[in-house]
């Protein structure tokens, strides 16, 4: 089965290098497509019958998408608001059109939040988008859950960027939190040296 989404269907568009994925309802991959404007197909994978195995999606199974930042080295789930042909129930050969797709909703203020670069060595960029104003903690952990460093920071409505300076910190992986009114955000990142 192939979807197709074109640029005016997205709420806010990818940037040239994100990835669309389709998952079926174990949260296995069964589809990616790298975007592309002004269209970008997505193919999908059903289930092989000649195998035992279920690895694939089975016919009339829900579809979930979600959309990888290259920049940001994170995803976030999508949902389909308007199908122009198709529904959101997996067909044999079939070609379905999205109208409308966006982002879910988080219960947190925060609406985006993006790490760069990936892998940092000095200096840690994080862009944070914000439906309010508020002042939000950002926390960096060594995994083995070790508070390493903490940062307050009062933020403005829309986008915001914060650099942390990083060369403290030894080689290895860490994970950072962003604590707003609403809740947590967190994603891992690397540090070279």
């Known amino acids: 089965m192939h979807v197709g989404i074109a640029d005016e269907a997205w709420t806010s568009t990818p940037q040239i290098g994100d990835e669309v994925s389709v998952y079926n309802s174990k949260d296995e991959l069964v589809g990616s497509a790298i975007y592309s404007s002004p269209l970008i197909v997505v193919t999908v994978w059903g289930d092989d019958a000649t195998t035992t195995k279920t690895d694939g999606l089975t016919y009339n199974e829900a579809l ?3 959309l990888w930042s290259k920049r940001y080295n994170s995803s976030q789930e999508m949902i389909v608001r308007e199908w122009i042909e198709g529904e959101n129930a997996y067909q044999t050969d079939a070609l379905y059109h999205i109208g409308a797709i966006e982002a879910t909703d988080n219960s947190t203020n ?5 790490l760069y670069p990936i892998p ?3 200096e840690l960029n994080l862009d944070i988008d914000l439906s309010t104003s508020e002042t939000i903690s950002i926390s ?12 307050t ?5 829309g986008l915001n960027t914060v650099q942390l300076n990083i ?4 080689e290895g992986a860490y994970l950072c939190k962003v604590n707003s009114n ?3 955000i967190a994603r891992k990142f690397n540090v070279i040296k």
Do not use: C, D, P, R
């Open 167 to 170: 060369a403290s910190l030894n």
């Open 140 to 151: 960096i952990y060594n995994l083995i859950g070790e508070l390493v460093s903490t940062h």
């Open 110 to 114: 925060v609406s985006h939040f993006g």
């Open 64 to 66: 979930t998408f979600k």
């Open 120 to 122: 940092a060595q000095q």
């Open 182 to 184: 609403n809740g947590v």
């Open 153 to 157: 920071n009062k933020l403005t409505k």
